[in-house]
């Protein structure tokens, strides 16, 4: 008999019930559609990734209803003691989104897990990097406009410690795509692409990633840092 594979969120009930969710309750009382939440199957991604390459320290940019942050935090805190804080940065935590990320961090005891950065990127990026802080994986689902994700690869690239990985949200997304364009053709040196078939999937799924991911189709794209990634400042440019 086939047996039904493991989902990542088996062991994580509080979770799956808040995936499951449609809607959540901000601290005002309003309702949120739960439409910003990453897919199961990039949660499932970095469940992988991180259990695997087990990070010291992790970044994301984009914290929303939270989904990806509980990820993280769970991770630190079943993984390091005293576990470090993963830091989120979201510039509409408790205004747009009327804290239901804290809500639901608090609900499971991880916020003092989580710093977030209430902050737009392009503020608290610099803010990091002139702290010197430095990340062994980073999540970058913030804004998903062109100029906006390019400066957040921008900094992600000089925050990642040498081997960090970088992990994209939205591929498909033209912005997106426009920036994992411009890393591919101009990068490649210092960034090489991870076949993300090896992570998070199935044996049955994993033929169909691979051909999706080919075509530039897939959902999530990582990139390993390789080196300091360093360039020289007349660098010949590739068009994109
Ligand atoms: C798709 S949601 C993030 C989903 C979340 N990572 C998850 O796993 O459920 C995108 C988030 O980016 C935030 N955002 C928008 N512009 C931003 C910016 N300039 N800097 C950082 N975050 C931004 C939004 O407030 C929103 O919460």
Redesign the pocket.
Known sequence: MKQASKSFTDNDPVLHSLLSQSSYTGRTGKEHSST???TENN?RIIYDFIEREKPSNTL??????????LVFARYHERKHSPPPPHVA?????TT??DSIGLIHLEQVGLKERVTLMEE???IALPNLMQNKKKFDFI?V???HIFE?VFVDFYYSSRLLNENGIILF?DSTDKHVRKVLQFIKKNMSEHFQQIDLSAYGLNPEKKIRYNVAQRLGKTQATAFRKIGSAKRDWNVKFVEF
């Open positions: 910003a939440n990453s949660l994301e940019i984009g914290m929303a209803f939270a989904m990806s942050s940065i979201d510039p509409f935590q747009h989104w737009y990127s392009c999540y689902d913030g804004s906006d949200d």
